[in-house]
């Protein structure tokens, strides 16, 4: 089975630094990948995903991630992080075959310091 | 994307009552999904909702605890039934929207006393 991996649970930036949030999966195949946010009490929002072709790519709120097939990693990035950014970001695998079932990672909750 | 809707929004119960929480789409979408998001954890699948057949329920949720009705293309429900302490968290309903993608509603926050 597949599963997703977020290693860091807390990560704290300051306001216009740079952002980095790491994903793991563990998947025979290439998966779909995702990555999701929640602010407090809202439900997710999509922030970018991953089926095929070109290994980085763009999402909302100047968000980016990048594919590794060889590093089994899809990471987060952001270069000038606003204090708006603070929330709790879940990476996410599905596959083809799956019934379009996705697996989420255990979060990371981002702070923004001022 | 789809624009999703959920009621109620939050809900305080007492042990041992049931509570139906809505979800509505404003677009047709052939598969609706509930999650379960308990404190301070991540996603978990409880069922997948077809529309004109029964729920397909992942382990360790079963459809007596958790009914789900899907009477058309746009609308479902999750019943979280007999509640107890534990079954207090936040319910998501999501939609594919036949691109393999997710979208999400904005979730009931249940408490259950």
């Known amino acids: 089975a597949q599963s997703v991996t977020q290693p860091d649970i807390h990560i704290t930036v300051s306001e216009g630094a740079s952002l980095e949030l790491r994903c793991n999966y563990s998947?025979?195949?290439?998966?779909?990948l995702f990555w999701y946010v929640q602010s407090p009490g809202q439900g997710l929002q999509l922030l970018l995903k991953?089926?095929?072709?070109?290994?980085l790519v763009q999402g909302i709120k100047g968000f980016e991630a990048e594919f590794k097939r060889s590093q089994s990693s899809f990471n987060l990035r952001k270069p000038s992080v606003h204090w708006s950014d603070a929330a709790e970001y879940f990476c996410?695998?599905?596959?083809?075959?799956?019934?379009?079932?996705?697996?989420f990672g255990t979060g990371t909750q981002l702070k923004v310091e001022l | 994307s789809a624009v999703i809707s959920q009621k109620p929004s939050r809900d305080i119960c007492q042990r041992g009552t049931s509570l139906t929480i809505q979800c509505q789409v404003d677009?047709?979408?052939?598969?609706m999904f509930w999650y379960r998001q308990q404190p301070g954890q991540s996603l978990t699948l409880i069922a997948t909702?077809?529309?004109?057949?029964?729920?397909?329920?992942e382990s360790g949720f079963v459809i007596d605890k958790f009914p789900i009705s899907r009477p058309n293309l746009t609308f479902s429900t999750l019943t979280v039934s007999n509640m107890s302490p534990e079954d207090s968290s936040i319910y998501l309903c999501?939609?594919?929207?036949?691109?393999?993608?997710?979208?999400f509603g904005p979730g009931t926050r249940l408490t259950v006393l």
């Open positions: 996410a695998v599905g596959f083809t075959g799956g019934g379009n079932k996705l697996t």
């Open positions: 998947y025979g195949a290439t998966p779909y």
């Open positions: 909702a077809n529309q004109g057949s029964e729920a397909t329920y």
């Open positions: 999501s939609v594919d929207d036949s691109t393999d993608t997710q979208y």
């Open positions: 677009s047709q979408v052939t598969m």
């Open positions: 991953y089926f095929s072709g070109d290994t």
